[in-house]
């Protein structure tokens, strides 16, 4: 990851169930704010991707 990206594993509570469950998210900043965010589904391809560990 670059200085301006955060990667973070957590989990989403929604009623929806597409919305529901663990889920790895990055946020990328530009001038000490938030100028990017995604929410990625949780795959070890992500997870990798992201410099997470995988579950």
């Given at each position: 990851?670059r200085?301006d990206?955060?990667?973070?594993?957590?989990?989403?509570?929604?009623?929806d169930?597409?919305?529901?469950?663990p889920?790895?998210w990055?946020?990328?900043?530009?001038?000490?704010?938030?100028?990017?965010?995604?929410?990625?589904?949780?795959?070890?391809?992500?997870?990798?991707?992201?410099?997470?560990?995988?579950?």
């Amino acid at each position: 990851m670059r200085k301006d990206t955060v990667a973070i594993a957590g989990e989403s509570i929604s009623d929806d169930t597409r919305l529901a469950g663990p889920a790895p998210w990055r946020a990328k900043l530009r001038g000490g704010k938030l100028a990017t965010s995604a929410v990625y589904d949780d795959t070890p391809e992500n997870r990798d991707t992201l410099g997470l560990a995988s579950r």
